[in-house]
């Protein structure tokens, strides 16, 4: 009888859980600060010349969709001028 005693019943006790809202505020902490460090540690920044070039390409895309843009609308301007004049 006492070597049954002496057994572990397998049943694991647990830290007391704590309320939602105090977990929500640590989770949150906890993700500020692991957010910070892998923007500090783990990124890699492009360098200004980089960044330079990407903006430049960006801009001259930008320009190119424009002027697409634009002439599209001029040639379904000049169309719709031209079925509006036919029918006066």
Do not use: C
Not at 53 to 73: P, R
């Amino acid at each position: 009888s006492t070597g049954l005693q002496n057994r572990v019943s397998g049943v694991r006790v647990s830290r007391p859980v704590l309320k939602t809202r105090q977990m929500s505020k640590l989770k949150l902490l906890t993700d500020i600060e692991e957010s910070y460090t892998e923007l500090r540690y783990k990124t890699t920044w492009p360098t200004r010349s980089q960044l330079v070039k990407s903006a430049v390409i960006v801009l001259i895309a930008s320009i190119i969709i424009a002027a697409i843009i634009f002439a599209m609308d001029q040639v379904v301007n000049t169309i719709m001028h031209f079925i509006y004049s036919l029918g006066q």
